[in-house]
């Protein structure tokens, strides 16, 4: 078939919808009337088409045409037409956001397929089939992991070994993949399900990278950067992860006018043959910290009538050198309030998605934060610091302290604000990554009458280790985050300038969520399947009541 993965819906507004797909080669796609080329990287092809002139509030069904000929959908397809809802005054009240991260793909090894458990958005897109138009979600929002480049299948392994007999200069890791090429594999293998690719191509599709569309523990800290810089093979890897995460999911989170403004982009698509030296220059310059800044940014802004979805890049926009540690450059911190500031009359819903939780479990977030005091230290004591680090993965929004404090007072002072000042009616942040799933509520300080929760859905499918269970279970407990609050106290940890409780959870096991807001009022549901596949309710909150 000359459609190799897609079409995925993604950005869509009123009256225009971009949509990704890979070409089997060189093509001129078609949708709706509306074209796109196709570009080059390393002998693979892809295109966003911009379909514009829409009408607001509509329903539109859509083919994709290669070369003039229909490739999608397949004439014996099981699953309705792919649509294109469009947003406008009648649906701005009302929005239904699934979200979850940690997606492993099934590995086609009975012991291991059901060491994972059922797939959560399989299970999503299967019932979804079976609904009306009017009751799909309006947006997918992938919080992280969506591949896993260091955790191969062992088809896609043994793949892999076959692929690189004879020919890799270096010395490469037989459980990951190195360059672009590998990536692509590793992207048609985890988004090429049938169910999952209807689902991706009728139900707008935001993402944001984690640590395994890269590596596990990438860029957790200065140190661990230095380490993988010695790794030979490790420059091939680093450019072809964020060359295939722009590729993939970062191109599709861009606005049209944003893809119209943006001068890499249009260098791509001017390019004649293959862009991979363009590709290789970019993931350079995201990849640098150069004076406190990344040279990308791949944080972004989704506008959903009644609701804002600001995806902050958590992974990626860290700056680790020159003594510094901070999860967000101050450029990113800067647009990250303006995000939250800027035309927010109307807006009754902000959604914050990051990749790692704001708000842990209390005793996790305390133990994080007494770590980057240990590792920060010189000599053996800050050495054996770093290795609980790595070894624990303590990277998370609580690891980074000051970066922790800034983000909670930009939230609190919307929360906070003034009677004269446009006020939302809740205020959620969206994660994934620590493989359980929960609904905490922030108590502010002061007079704050916005409700702010962290909620965490985690793993969409994955395995979760037994011994993991109890420990964050634990976590949790007022007991534990009593002793650990008074140890960060002892070493001189100023006290948060917020306390946080769970009001759902933690749940474990494969888990989506779905953030519901209707006018001013919203609740969060957390879904987990059955035996037979269908979906169960694991838990349900109102988040504005």
Known sequence: ????????????????????????????VEILGCRAS???????????????????????????????RQCWPDADSAYPPSVIRTMGPRC???????????????????????KLGIDALDSYASRQSGLPVDQWPDILVLLGDQVYADELTPGARQHLAGRRRGFARVKRPPNEVVDFTEYEGLYRHTWGDPEIRWLMSTVSTAMIFDDH?????????????????????????????????????????????????????????????????????????????VDGDKGLRFSYRWDLGHARLIMIDSRNGRILSGGRREMLSDREFDW????????????????????????????????????????????????????????FDFEHW???????????????????????????????VLSGDVHHSFAARARLPGKT?????????????NHVPAYVKPALAHAWSPRAARVTSAWARHAGIEPLPLSWADVA??????????LVTDERHSEVIFEQPAVDGSLVVAGRVSLTD
Not at 8 to 23: E, G, M, N, Y
Not at 260 to 266: G, L
Not at 505 to 511: R, S
Request: aromatic share 8%.
């Open 38 to 68: 196709t570009f080059e990287v390393h002998g693979c092809h892809y295109a966003l088409v911009v379909v514009d002139g829409l009408t607001p509030d509509t329903t539109v069904g859509y083919t994709v045409d290669v070369n003039g």
């Open 449 to 461: 009458p916005v409700p702010v929760h962290q909620l965490v859905c985690s793993p969409v499918h």
């Open 398 to 428: 609580a690891a980074f302290g000051d970066s922790f404090r800034r983000l909670s007072d930009l939230i609190i002072g919307v929360a906070g604000a003034g009677p004269d000042t446009p006020r939302p009616a809740s205020i959620s």
């Open 213 to 289: 569309d890269i590596r596990d523990d990438w860029n957790t800290s200065e140190a661990w950067r230095s380490t993988m810089a010695t790794i030979p093979w490790w420059r091939d890897r680093i450019r072809a992860g964020l060359a295939s995460y722009w590729v993939y999911q970062h191109l599709g989170n861009l606005t049209p006018a944003q893809l119209a403004a943006d001068d890499d982009y249009r260098d791509v698509l001017a390019a004649d043959g293959d862009c991979w030296p363009l590709l290789a220059d970019l993931a350079d310059r995201a990849d640098a910290d």
């Open 1 to 28: 078939m000359p459609l190799l993965l897609g079409p995925i819906l993604r950005h869509v507004d009123a009256t225009s919808a971009t949509i990704w797909v890979q070409t089997d080669d060189r093509a001129e």
């Open 336 to 391: 990250l309030a303006e995000q939250l500031t800027e035309h927010v009359d109307g807006v009754d819903h902000l959604v914050l998605g990051s990749s790692l939780p704001w708000l842990l479990p209390p005793a996790l977030g305390d133990l994080q934060a007494l770590n980057e005091v240990a590792a920060g230290r010189d000599g053996l004591r800050g050495r054996l610091g770093e290795k609980i680090r790595q070894t």
């Open 92 to 114: 701005r009240d009302h929005r239904r956001v699934v979200f979850g991260s940690c997606r492993y793909p099934k590995s086609g090894e009975a012991s291991l397929d059901e």
């Open 505 to 514: 959870g933690p749940l474990f096991g494969n888990t989506i969520a779905t």
